[in-house]
DNA sequence: CGCATAATTGATGGTTATCAAGACCAGTGG
DNA sequence: CCACTGGTCTTGATAACCATCAATTATGCG
């Protein structure tokens, strides 16, 4: 059994270097969590958040056509990636934490491919497309983490498709409180098993294929049954580990497979 | 308007260059399409297909819960990912054509996180997950390739996950043959409209997240309203470019963004 | 307090799942 | 040639789940 499988596993605690130069480059906080970082790697992601951008809730940063010029690192708040159907829906393509990156999704197209909407307040720090180039070109060890990052993205949809093609709504609901957990460990935002959930019923709905309705009784009932508890926006999981076991869950931040990356000595 | 959004943007057809040195390379015709590759990428690619093994139909590669020591090259015939689910219904992730390679969406994992299963006949070169290092290290116009097929695979992913949220079992039908065209066209094996799909209608449903009753429903109906032919395994679309407008099908594979990509000159 | 937004609740309908039976087809062997 | 077989596809009946619609209650903010 790997610690993939194994329900009991629980994420190393933040280590010292934590607080380093870099401490307030969101990204290198958040990539330390899966390797160890040269000064010059640290030098090469904090240089992608020299810019800092503030948006405000709701505001629209990117339309969908648009041509991506930028990449954004997330430095603070909440934001979503979203499209409009034919028929007037919308669909929640993904949402955009502190330390994720808006874009690694859209390096293949020219044009952006959905909206990129504020959904609270938020600091995103924007980047050419082409400093990754210079990262390829000087740290194949930076190279090797965007491929595992764009490779767990994939995952992550596959997670998703998966729940959104079999999967219950109460399900569903469920799957999606436990990887926001998930998520918000890894930055240390997520201090046990709860927290604020800035999408309304409606987003939520739209994030999962499911109306806000839907999503409401879902949450009802899981919270009838104990499952969760709510004041607010506030969620709390009441048995974490037995929730992400009626799921299937699995916990694909806690960490990456890095055994494959070119030795540190080595340089682009 | 991009050619992206273009309903009546065809693909270039395939240059002269494309029988070279490496013909027999499938992923070096495959990736020509993209960018031109000079004689060290080629190299690169070539020694990924030094090995081959051939798998006959059903015949199931990789579990889920292995180890991933080996990627692979898809040579020639079909593969899926697979899943198990908790109910005993199946979950089929993706497919996987000539050109293809199976393993960069598994990158971020020690071990498989689904089976892998061929679907027909195949032949298939396995490489180690290391060989990538060494890509990264000697060809950053190729690490940067990497990335855009990685992006490009969750560009597809959400694609599905679209649908799978919002769209009806009809729509999805139709949505997955006009995919395979788009993919069929890339390596040149889709002439015209027409296709042979290996796939049996449970295995589609499992790729779709509708039954096997579905699926038969929604090809009936699609043949009665004169959207599609069938013969046998053989699907012909009558008109590909109103199909792909009524459901909003956009194609992935005519072309990648390359222009963020580091200079040719550049040596890694 | 009053307004706007969000969440809940109940009634109804549509789409697909589920179940079951039969048709079609290719291959096999008597 | 024909019966038999296993797989696949089709068809119809029923049921479950969620969408939709509408009305009400709750929440947050000026």
Not at 30 to 39: A, C, P, V
Not at 90 to 119: F, I, K, M, Q, W
Not at 213 to 227: P, R, Y
């Amino acid at each position: 059994m790997t610690h993939y499988e194994d329900p009991f596993y629980r994420l190393p605690s933040i280590p010292a270097s934590f607080m380093s130069t870099y401490q307030r480059s969101c990204l290198v906080c958040y990539l330390k969590h899966y390797i160890d970082l040269s000064d010059v790697d640290q030098g090469l992601i904090a240089e992608l958040e020299q810019e800092e951008r503030s948006v405000t809730a709701r505001e629209r940063v990117l339309s969908g056509g648009d041509a991506v010029r930028m990449l954004f690192v997330i430095k603070s708040g909440w934001l979503f990636q979203d499209t409009d159907l034919a028929d007037g829906r919308r669909h929640l393509v993904r949402t955009l934490l502190p330390g994720d990156v808006y874009g690694l999704g859209e390096l293949s197209n020219t044009h952006a491919s959905t909206h990129l909407t504020a959904c609270t307040d938020a600091v995103i720090c924007p980047f050419p497309k082409a400093a990754l180039s210079t990262i390829i070109l000087r740290s194949p060890r930076l190279a090797a983490l965007l491929l595992d990052l764009s490779a767990r993205d994939q995952v992550l949809y596959v997670d998703r498709l998966r729940a959104a093609s079999r999967m219950s709504a109460k399900s569903r609901v469920l799957s999606l409180l436990l990887t926001m957990l998930d998520r918000l460990r890894v930055t240390g935002e997520g201090r046990g098993d709860a927290m604020d959930l800035p999408l309304n019923q409606s987003e939520i709905g739209d994030l999962l294929g499911l109306t806000n309705v839907s999503v409401s009784k879902a949450m009802v009932e899981l919270q009838q049954s104990g499952v969760i508890e709510r004041r607010r926006s506030r969620v709390t999981l009441l048995d974490r580990l037995a929730a992400a076991e009626s799921v299937d869950h699995v916990d694909r931040y806690s960490s990456l497979d890095t055994a494959w990356f070119p030795d540190p000595s080595a340089t682009g």
